[in-house]
């Protein structure tokens, strides 16, 4: 089974800062996938950034990196020079053949609040 | 503009009722998935279907129903037997199911008392 965790409820942050957001995983799959969602205050679940298992390099995209450390099964996200527009939840997930599927499983969110 | 619909945005029903959400897709997406989110949780896949007139129970299927008549379509029915479907229902859909990168609707926020 797979398995996601998100161990920061909430994260505050002044605005222009940088702030890292923690996800560890857990999967027995060798091939998987990590991502990022942004969930602002109106619902809508927002794609970020994806890392692959194989990856050799962290993915990067805009402000956003991802610094994957696979050895501590760690997939963590990077917001650099952070906005008031940041302010959303944030989910970490994974994918993976687990089971024969690749249905993506969540973790339980980090709240983020970027002070002015 | 392509995207995924969700209506309505609100829904209120009483206790007993059986009610359907909708969810429609123009991004020419073969899969289709729903989720349900409560206060301080992830996403939990409620059911996801492949291909046309084909889907497949999530983690938490029990006490709801779904079709796939049209590729366009995805509607979610929340039967009478899920005993606490007060929740915010999150509809997405990808070019085949495992795609990372899913696209998501704005979600409909269902009450029942």
């Known amino acids: 089974a797979q398995k996601i965790t998100q161990t920061q409820p909430g994260m505050f942050v002044q605005e222009k800062e940088a702030v890292t957001l923690d996800c560890t995983y857990d999967?027995?799959?060798?091939?998987?996938?990590l991502f990022w969602y942004k969930q602002p205050s109106s619902g809508e679940m927002i794609f970020l950034i994806y890392?692959?298992?194989?990856?050799?390099q962290n993915a990067t995209e805009g402000r956003y990196s991802l610094n994957f450390q696979k050895a501590r099964k760690s997939a963590n996200l990077v917001i650099s020079a952070s906005q008031l527009g940041d302010s959303a939840m944030y989910f970490c997930a994974m994918v993976s053949s687990s089971g024969g599927s690749y249905i993506p499983t969540f973790g339980r969110g980090t709240s983020l609040i970027v002070h002015p | 503009d392509g995207g995924i619909t969700q209506s309505p945005k609100y829904l209120f029903r009483k206790e007993g009722q059986n009610v359907t959400l909708s969810c429609e897709q123009n991004l020419n997406h073969d899969a289709m998935y729903w989720y349900r989110q409560d206060p301080g949780q992830g996403l939990r896949l409620i059911y996801y279907s492949q291909i046309v007139n084909d889907f497949q129970k999530g983690d938490i299927a029990e006490g709801y129903s779904v079709s796939r008549e049209k590729k366009e379509s995805f509607p979610l029915t929340v039967t009478s037997a899920q005993k606490n479907p007060t929740a915010f229902y999150l509809c997405?859909?990808?070019?085949?199911?495992?795609?990372?990168?899913?696209?998501f609707g704005p979600g409909t926020r269902l009450t029942v008392t």
């Open positions: 890392q692959g298992s194989y990856d050799q």
């Open positions: 997405a859909s990808s070019d085949r199911v495992g795609d990372y990168e899913q696209y």
């Open positions: 999967t027995s799959d060798p091939s998987y996938g």
